[in-house]
């Protein structure tokens, strides 16, 4: 996508889930704005990984921690105000999603998805929104699926939660509106990443679902990251409460 800039130098950017997939993606591309960047995930292994990729040097602050729970997420913000003194955007892009069907869901499973889904994202977005109400300016981006729009087989608490992201987008949007923090989400269609895998991987499934795309081919990380970034850019300050659609049209020819 060539050299584009987003003019993020020097701001601080959270991202949640950034140890691999479109997170990781999105951080890259970060710090390769010279923004700073805090990163965060369960796994320490998982994390000390993507450092050793990013090579963000002072500029990327990585922080373990489970965003569906409270303390956590206290202590991922504390961390990140004591090392950059401030929070100028958060990223929502934590998401996890366990094969199954609604009406006989285990209720464990439901928890466990919506917990780490629209649970993790209000817990940061509070926190973030918080942040930024006090000091007037922010975006907060929130990363969902075109699963919240429509059903999908055995994705259905994964869309019950991601639709619960975009309503949230909506209301916070409206919260924090008079304080100028902008706050949106992207929905893309599959992604290449270890997440979606067992779909893509095979060759039968990734030709009907592609059949479903107009542009002919799933999103690749990147198709996700640009966006992300634009969203948390000045260019978007007249942008707030909306889900942009990156799914190749899908949505556009099968809602």
């Given at each position: 996508?060539?050299?584009?800039?987003?003019?993020?130098?020097?701001?601080?950017?959270?991202?949640?889930?950034?140890?691999?997939?479109?997170?990781?993606?999105?951080?890259?591309?970060?710090?390769?704005?010279?923004?700073?960047?805090?990163?965060?995930?369960?796994?320490?292994?998982?994390?000390?990984?993507?450092?050793?990729?990013?090579?963000?040097?002072?500029?990327?602050?990585?922080?373990?921690?489970?965003?569906?729970?409270?303390?956590?997420?206290?202590?991922?913000?504390?961390?990140?105000?004591?090392?950059?003194?401030?929070?100028?955007?958060?990223?929502?892009?934590?998401?996890?999603?366990?094969?199954?069907?609604?009406?006989?869901?285990?209720?464990?499973?439901?928890?466990?998805?919506?917990?780490?889904?629209?649970?993790?994202?209000?817990?940061?977005?509070?926190?973030?929104?918080?942040?930024?109400?006090?000091?007037?300016?922010?975006?907060?981006?929130?990363?969902?699926?075109?699963?919240?729009?429509?059903a999908a087989?055995?994705?259905?608490?994964?869309?019950?939660?991601?639709?619960?992201?975009?309503?949230?987008?909506?209301?916070?949007?409206?919260?924090?509106?008079?304080?100028?923090?902008?706050?949106?989400?992207?929905a893309p269609?599959?992604?290449?990443?270890?997440?979606?895998?067992?779909?893509?991987?095979?060759?039968?499934?990734?030709?009907?679902?592609?059949?479903?795309?107009?542009?002919?081919?799933?999103?690749?990380?990147?198709?996700?990251?640009?966006?992300?970034?634009?969203?948390?850019?000045?260019?978007?300050?007249?942008?707030?409460?909306?889900?942009?659609?990156?799914?190749?049209?899908?949505?556009?020819?099968?809602?």
């Amino acid at each position: 996508m060539g050299n584009l800039s987003y003019d993020l130098a020097g701001k601080v950017v959270m991202v949640t889930g950034a140890s691999r997939g479109i997170g990781l993606e999105i951080a890259r591309l970060l710090i390769a704005q010279e923004a700073r960047v805090v990163i965060c995930s369960r796994k320490t292994e998982g994390l000390d990984a993507a450092v050793a990729e990013l090579k963000g040097g002072d500029n990327l602050l990585a922080v373990s921690a489970h965003v569906a729970k409270e303390g956590d997420v206290n202590a991922l913000f504390d961390q990140a105000l004591a090392r950059f003194g401030t929070v100028d955007a958060l990223i929502n892009n934590v998401g996890m999603n366990i094969v199954t069907g609604t009406v006989d869901a285990d209720f464990g499973v439901w928890k466990k998805i919506v917990d780490s889904n629209l649970n993790g994202a209000f817990l940061c977005s509070r926190k973030a929104g918080q942040i930024m109400r006090e000091k007037q300016t922010g975006k907060i981006v929130s990363i969902t699926s075109i699963a919240a729009q429509k059903a999908a087989p055995f994705m259905g608490v994964y869309g019950i939660a991601k639709a619960g992201i975009e309503m949230m987008t909506r209301v916070i949007a409206q919260e924090l509106a008079p304080f100028n923090v902008q706050v949106n989400a992207l929905a893309p269609c599959m992604v290449r990443t270890k997440f979606s895998e067992p779909f893509w991987s095979n060759p039968e499934i990734y030709a009907q679902i592609v059949k479903t795309i107009p542009l002919g081919r799933i999103a690749e990380p990147a198709d996700v990251a640009h966006p992300a970034l634009f969203l948390c850019s000045a260019a978007a300050d007249f942008i707030t409460g909306q889900t942009l659609n990156v799914d190749g049209g899908a949505t556009a020819v099968s809602i």
